[in-house]
């Protein structure tokens, strides 16, 4: 192997090591503010979304800036009534509060706020009372949903983020002579698929470099 070739396959070894890294800086993270014993529950949230954390996992001090999402189970009367009038009182009142001023996307479970357990058998007055702080959460940016919503919004969100990253990895080369300066420049930007016209003409030393470094080269 000649000193050319050597730099191409380490510069294709830093290049993987590169997309490993940039590849762990997409994946959200995501904060459940339940206990990491009780993660069998969640089971179908985190099949979805792949770098989670549990509340007994979490640093309440540090970590807050490194979370994406937050998912809320479980809410007291305590909390919401605390949340709402900006007190941060509890480890969950804290999150959620510290979340919301670091601009977090912050889910509560609808099926875990506590009150509406009690909406056949409580007093309609304080019933309403509690309705009203659970819509200043909602003023704040806060969203409540079901979790099959929570799964199918992660999933599809997902999804989404998916194919930007796939459609972000091809380029076309529409020119009529390809040569090795142009394919490598487009792998050396993080182009793993290169889309070449059909009619257009690619040199010798291109192909060399296609081959070397593993380039999916499509014809068009």
Do not use: C
């Not at 291109?206 to 070397?212: E, G, P």
Request: hydrophobic share 35%.
């Amino acid at each position: 192997m000649n000193i050319e070739e050597l730099v191409k396959v380490i510069t294709t070894e830093v290049l993987k090591k590169i997309d490993t890294l940039d590849l762990e800086k997409r994946l959200e993270k995501v904060l459940i503010t339940d206990s990491k014993s009780n993660k069998e529950k969640y089971k179908k949230i985190t099949s979805k979304w792949t770098n989670n954390i549990f509340l007994d996992e979490f640093n309440l001090e540090k970590d807050i800036d490194d979370i994406d999402y937050i998912i809320v189970p479980k809410l007291t009367n305590k909390d919401l009534v605390d949340i709402a009038q900006g007190r941060d009182n509890s480890n969950i009142s804290h999150i959620v509060i510290s979340g919301a001023l670091y601009g977090k996307k912050i889910i509560i479970l609808d099926e875990g706020i506590i009150y509406k357990k009690f909406k056949e058998t409580s007093n309609e007055k304080i019933y309403s009372l509690f309705k009203e702080y659970e819509s200043k959460l909602i003023e704040f940016g806060i969203e409540i949903l079901t979790k099959k919503q929570i799964i199918k919004g992660l999933e599809k969100e997902n999804s989404t983020k998916r194919e930007k990253a796939i459609d972000s990895e091809k380029i076309s080369l529409t020119k009529k002579l390809v040569i090795e300066k142009d394919i490598e420049e487009a792998f050396l930007k993080g182009h793993k698929k290169i889309l070449i016209d059909k009619n257009s003409l690619v040199t010798p030393l291109a192909h060399d470099y296609i081959r070397i470094n593993k380039i999916n080269v499509i014809r068009k």
